[in-house]
């Protein structure tokens, strides 16, 4: 009897960690677009003074690494669904 019931609970416990995966796959496109709109709020360069801000090269290669970073992310959390076959009965 005591199996059973451990195996219950290790079922119950995988759920949640695969609702708490799948949580996290939703909320990322959110994470993403705040780091994109991060470079909004940097100070631009001027010509008068070239140290006062942060150069557009400096943005668009931060941009890039967001951009990879999110499909990082999306493709471990879709490993880890699929692994605890969240969405199946």
């Known amino acids: ?3 059973k019931r451990d195996q219950t609970l290790e079922r119950v416990a995988n759920a ?3 609702q708490r995966v ?3 796959a ?3 496109p959110f ?3 705040i780091l994109f709109l991060l470079p909004i ?3 631009r360069t001027s010509e008068v003074d070239q140290a006062a801000g942060t150069a557009t090269s400096t943005a ?3 941009l890039f690494v967001v951009w990879a970073g999110l499909i990082c992310c999306a493709l ?3 490993l880890v669904i699929k692994r605890f076959g969240v969405g199946r009965s």
């Open 31 to 33: 994470v993403g677009m």
């Open 76 to 78: 471990g959390l879709a």
């Open 1 to 3: 009897m005591s199996g």
């Open 16 to 18: 949640a960690r695969g």
């Open 60 to 62: 668009l290669i931060y």
């Open 41 to 43: 709020m940097w100070p």
């Open 22 to 24: 799948t949580d996290s």
């Open 26 to 28: 939703l909320i990322l």
